[in-house]
């Protein structure tokens, strides 16, 4: 049963372009969480969503951000126009329905913005 | 005020001994609590959660929570220098699924 997967695990955009982050949930979990973790801060929340639906992206910027879970395939986060200030560890993560807050995490992209 | 708040030490334990990582929070609606272990460079593990009370024991870990004092701590007993890295705690509310985490305790057991 493979884990919370994400891709790619390093990514260097330089400023100004879009960058594309991918993570597939666990087997069976309809849910899917996507935190960001600065150096030497926390993991703050950005968005949850389930399969065609975003339930709360009160953690999200205004802009350039946004994310999505379609039917099929993976949760998209993607970052328009990126800026150094979004360099960072973007985790996601996953649960299922009966168990909404055991989330299990992938290991994480690195945004590297040059 | 940070909602969920945790000494960021670093924090040195000696192997053998008993490690205590604490955690307060400031939502008195906050109804479930998570401990995460973070090597570095890794993705975040869970490792605990406690939702009523009292203590939770898994192995040589053991998660406190006061909802009077909205304080939680977790113990590892026995502590290995494979138990060294950043520990996260978190909080959540049934219906909001979200989580909220401390900026994360480090600790280093020393052999």
């Known amino acids: 049963n493979a884990g919370v997967m994400q891709n790619p695990r390093h990514l260097v955009r330089r400023r100004g372009q879009e960058a594309r982050l991918r993570c597939s949930p666990m087997k069976g979990h309809s849910h899917v969480y996507w935190y960001r973790q600065l150096p030497e801060e926390g993991l703050k929340f950005m968005v949850y969503?389930?399969?065609?639906?975003?339930?709360?992206e009160s953690g999200m910027p205004k802009e350039r951000f946004s994310a999505e879970f379609p039917k099929e395939g993976p949760s998209i986060l993607r970052i328009q126009q990126v800026v150094r200030g979004d360099s960072a560890a973007y985790f996601c993560?996953?649960?299922?329905?009966?168990?909404?807050?055991?989330?299990?995490f992938g290991q994480g992209t690195r945004l590297t913005v040059v | 005020q940070k909602e969920v708040e945790q000494n960021s030490g670093p924090l040195s334990v000696p192997e053998g001994a008993i490690a205590s990582l604490n955690c307060t929070y400031s939502d008195r609606g906050s109804q479930s609590f998570f401990w995460y272990r973070q090597y570095s460079g890794k993705s975040p593990e869970l490792i605990m959660f406690?939702?009523?009370?009292g203590d939770k024991e898994d192995g040589r870990f053991t998660a406190q929570l006061n909802k009077a004092s909205q304080y939680v701590s977790l113990l590892i007993r026995d502590s290995q220098p494979s138990d060294s890295a950043t520990y996260l705690c978190a909080g959540g509310n049934f219906g909001n699924e979200k989580l909220t985490f401390g900026t994360g305790t480090r600790l280093t057991i020393i052999p």
């Open positions: 406690i939702y009523s009370n």
């Open positions: 969503l389930q399969k065609e639906n975003i339930i709360d």
């Open positions: 993560a996953s649960s299922g329905t009966n168990r909404p807050f055991e989330a299990f």
